[in-house]
Each structure stands twice: as C-alpha cells, then as structure tokens.
C-alpha cells in the first residue's frame, strides 16, 4: 500500500507495525536488522515518512519487550456505525460520536473495478442474509416485521412450519411465535408467499437498530414488542429516516 493511498492513518501503521512483528517472530538473531532494513527501504521507496516508520517500529519493539501484563479494557459502546473513509473528516465524526458512546469503524469505498466486473452469480433474494424482513396476514391486513442474521428462506420455514395445525397441539399459544399465534387464534393464512425485504445490511450489528425503526415507524400489528430495549433513545430521531430509506423487495 502507498502512503498516498487514500486509506486511515490506523491502516498505514498497522501495516508497518505487522511487517515488524512478523520480522520480530520469524528472523533469526544474526539476520532481524537485515530485514528490518530491508522493511525500511521498501516502506520508504513507498512513500512513507522516516519519522512514522521509526515511531512505529519502537512502539512495536516496545510491545514485543514489554508485553503488557493486564487486559486492556476498552471503553463500552451504545452502538457501532460504519461509515465510509474520506480523508480529513472521519476523524472529526469519529469524535462527536465518540461523545455519545457510538464508536466507528471505516469501510473502504467502491472502486472502479467493484463498478464494472461482477463475476459471482446474483444471490436469489431469499437466500439474503442480514435482513429485516415484512410478513403479512392473507386475510386481513395485519403485517409482522423482524430481523435474521441466517438466510431468509430458513427463518421463514421456521415461522411456517410453527403455523401448522399440529404444532398449536404441542405448544402453548402464549409461548408460540407472534405469526403462530396470530394464525392459530384467528384462524386466518399467513401469506408468506408475499413477504418482503424491508432492507439488506452488511453488518448483524445493524440489525437491532433497524428493526427497531421498523417496528417503531411501521407500527406492524402482530409485532408483541413496539420497541427493543437495547436501542438507546439518542436514535430516536433518526428512526423514520432509515425506514424512508426503505425498498421492499419480493423474495420470489
């Protein structure tokens, strides 16, 4: 990686700082400042500043001397976002969310290669993971939203397969699923031949957040909790903004 490259500060030192402990771990005695040398030359026909290359192999030879003893104990996060890296402003946003308990991580930007080859076949829709999904009632026009980690088709043959007659035989109707209760109390069809997906997300963390907003704008009525308890009030107002942001696809 150039230091040119337009990627965190954090990225360029870890960089170096892994290239040293590798040469630390591998090298023998007689040969360790061969290749540290050797590591200088290639960082710094890179571009890379001699005061940075210098700062972060000490620190990293420090770590190696002197491991530390204790864990380090991170501070706790309300949340995580990820946003993507643009030099001289994520750090600004980096410490206002700082100031709430939201930490941030940096997501690298689409390329022109990303744009223009695409050699994996499209995923089918019902295979998507990471999704917050609708389901609703054929006979009436009560909806139920949630949220998967898991390939969609697998959480739906869970809420089907909870539907079926033989199931409320074994089970307490107050115990079941919100869809399974709603189907075996009132005798109605859940259509989940019409479910879709509200929105698709990279990452699990996002979920609770998302269905969350869902829940809370879309007010679905089979839904038994209107609100996660793990979602802090401080997203409150951002809530209908990212179900604005929705596009309900069909999984068919």
């Known amino acids: 990686m150039h230091y040119s490259t337009s990627a965190p500060q954090s990225t360029k030192d870890s960089l170096i700082r892994s290239l040293t402990r590798r040469a630390y771990d591998i090298c ?5 400042q061969h290749e540290l ?24 030879k420090q770590s190696i001397n002197h491991p530390a003893t204790a864990p380090r104990h991170s501070a706790k996060h309300s949340a995580k976002v990820f946003i993507p890296y643009y030099p001289h402003v994520n750090k600004q946003i980096s410490n ?33 993971s990471n999704v ?17 980690s898991r390939p969609l088709h697998k959480r739906i043959s ?52 998302v269905e969350h907003a869902a829940i809370t704008v879309l007010q679905p009525s089979l839904n038994r909790n209107h609100a996660a308890a793990s979602i802090n009030a401080q997203w409150h107002p951002i809530l209908q903004s990212i179900c604005d942001s929705f596009h309900p696809t069909s999984i068919i």
Not at 28 to 32: F, R
Request: include cysteine.
């Open 96 to 128: 206002i969310l700082q100031q709430h308990s939201v930490s941030s991580a940096c997501t690298s930007n689409k390329n022109l290669r990303d744009l223009l080859s695409s050699t994996k076949s499209r995923l089918q829709a019902s295979h998507t």
């Open 28 to 32: 023998s005695p007689q040969h360790l």
């Open 37 to 60: 040398q050797h590591i200088r030359t290639v960082l710094l026909d890179n571009g890379y500043p001699l005061s940075c290359i210098e700062l972060v192999m000490h620190r990293t």
């Open 158 to 209: 869970e809420h089907e397969r909870c539907t079926r007659p033989a199931y409320s035989l074994s089970i307490d109707l107050q115990q079941s699923s919100a869809l399974a209760h709603h189907a075996h109390a009132s005798g109605h069809h859940i259509d989940f031949s019409s479910a879709v997906i509200l929105a698709k997300l990279q990452h699990p963390q996002q979920l609770d957040l």
């Open 132 to 148: 917050i999904y609708q389901i609703p009632c054929n006979d009436c026009s009560a909806t139920y939203c949630g949220q998967t």
